[in-house]
């Protein structure tokens, strides 16, 4: 193994079996019944003993279309993480340099470092926001290959302003790429400024809205002169051919995946209220996930007593300026009700109110 590898710890998130699981952000909703159809039909006509078509070109097409660019502007890969990963492996590497903004994403920095980079990392105010102005002149002094933006940030939640992103676009000689791994649950994108005039990059998935975390699909839109170069970079027949198909499909059901995004969005709400009655601190989320501090009670002592009743969420207390911090994903009603019934039993709060409503017919079913 190579010697700068020695002290790179691998990324993971625990896996433990309990009842609920709330650590990985995923969606609690499969796909509708009538995405399974139609998948299930397109994969009776996949010539199984064929290579995929190489460029992904019907994908690539019907990704543009859904968000009015051209085809040439879409890059598509095994989930998001390979995108970064194609992405570093074109412009970063050994001798360049790698700009995070502490907390984020632990795999921008993680990946990074896998290509031979330096990964720099500037920090956040205390609400986890970035001042343009500083998180500029960070960039300008350290003038990196890469500047990643996550938005909205996991694990903090907290969606990037406009004004940050156009300080960085300004202060930067090198590529900037927004992670929008959460964008449906955010009140704006990043994608009105790629063009061929900048060097930025939006990168997304359909592991999240989408509910297809299996199947492992993500994208990027860019400009086309970065897609030209990236289809040099990756291996041939990346995408297989069920998994183009499986993207194709889900484009065909935006409104299912619009209910499913508003559902969460009020069991947010609900469970960030019911965490602020316990007295834990509560961070702003505009994701799937709500980060909290365990006010007067060890973060990782209350992990473990979660687990103990069945119920998995994310220890982030270990991460940088993240100390007493857990995550919670929105899960299902009743699956937040255990969380919240839990949690009040280790805080030695009063129960709050249930509330499990059976989703929309159209969703999770």
């Known amino acids: 193994m190579r010697d700068d590898f020695a002290a790179l710890a691998g990324y993971h998130s625990a896996q433990v079996d309990v009842d609920v699981r709330l650590n990985t952000n995923e969606s609690p909703f499969p796909p509708p019944p009538s995405w399974f159809a139609d998948f299930s039909r397109g994969l009776a006509e996949i010539a199984w003993n064929r290579y995929p078509e190489r460029m992904a070109s019907g994908l690539r097409r019907d990704i543009g279309a859904f968000h009015d660019v051209d085809p040439a502007r879409v890059f598509a890969a095994n989930g998001s993480n390979e995108v970064l990963q194609t992405l570093l492996l074109a412009y970063a590497g050994p001798g360049r340099r790698v700009v995070v903004f502490e907390p984020t994403y632990q795999l921008h ?68 790429v927004v992670d929008e791994a959460y964008a449906e649950f955010s009140p704006w994108s990043a994608l009105a400024r790629v063009s061929d005039d900048e060097r930025l990059v939006v990168v997304r998935t359909f592991s999240k809205t989408w509910s297809m975390a299996a199947l492992r699909l993500g994208y990027l839109i860019g400009p086309t002169w970065l897609v030209a170069r990236l289809d040099k970079v990756v291996l041939p027949y990346h995408l297989d ?61 209350v992990w473990q007593r979660l687990v103990d009743a069945g119920v998995l969420v994310r220890d982030c207390s270990g991460w940088a300026h993240l100390d007493g911090c857990l995550r919670v994903t929105i899960g299902l009603p009743a699956e937040n009700d255990r969380f919240l019934a839990a949690l009040t039993d280790i805080f030695g709060g009063r129960h709050p109110r249930r509330q499990s409503p059976s989703p929309p017919a159209s969703v999770g079913r």
């Open 241 to 301: 051919a069920a998994k183009q198909l499986a993207g194709r499909v889900a484009l065909r059901h935006v409104e299912d995946m619009e209910r499913r995004v508003s559902v969460l969005v009020e069991e947010r709400g609900r469970v960030s209220a019911a965490l602020s009655d316990l007295g834990a601190e509560v961070f702003t989320s505009a994701s799937n996930f709500v980060l909290f501090r365990t006010t007067g009670h060890d973060a990782t002592v």
């Open 109 to 176: 920095g993680q990946i990074a470092r896998i290509t031979g980079a330096e990964v720099v990392g500037g920090l956040r105010r205390d609400d986890f926001s970035l001042d343009p102005a500083a998180a500029a002149a960070f960039v300008r002094v350290n003038q990196p290959a890469v500047t990643f933006l996550c938005s909205p940030n996991n694990p903090t939640g907290l969606v990037e302003s406009p004004a940050v992103l156009d300080a960085i676009l300004d202060a930067s000689t090198g590529l900037v």
